[in-house]
Nanobody, 121 residues
Framework: QLTESGGGTVQAGGSLRLSCASS????????VGWYRQAPGKEREFVAS????????KYAGAVRGRFTVSRDNTANTAYLQMNSLKSEDAGVYYC????????????????WGQGTQVTVSS
């Protein structure tokens, strides 16, 4: 089970760091993806990281502003979000699985509650 946290309200241009904590000791075996869903829109891929952090992928809209990382000793993944824009607002989710599949949120049938990110102008 994965639990997202760290969301909040931030001014445009500000930063937030999201966490994705796992209660499962098998967490290091899986790649982790971050996703977001804005009101009225479909859930979309944001970023992903391999099991051993040797590769990462980013959606074009966040590349250069967001950084995904993980600490397998803490069973936690992170999403550092800088230079936030209004269009970054939404509920952010994480999920774990095979790295090759993480780009498509429809790959997953189960999601956590997510964490809300609000960006004020």
């Amino acid at each position: 089970q994965l639990t997202e946290s760290g969301g909040g309200t931030v001014q445009a241009g500000g930063s937030l760091r999201l966490s994705c904590a796992s209660s499962d000791r098998t967490f290091p075996r899986y790649a982790v993806g971050w996703y977001r869903q804005a009101p009225g829109k479909e859930r979309e891929f944001v970023a992903s990281i391999t099991r051993y952090s040797d590769d990462t992928k980013y959606a074009g809209a966040v590349r250069g502003r967001f950084t995904v990382s993980r600490d397998n000793t803490a069973n936690t993944a992170y999403l550092q979000m800088n230079s936030l824009k209004s269009e970054d607002a939404g509920v952010y989710y994480c999920n774990a699985g095979a790295y090759a599949n993480l780009g498509n949120p429809k790959y997953f049938g189960v999601w956590g509650q997510g964490t809300q990110v609000t960006v004020s102008s």
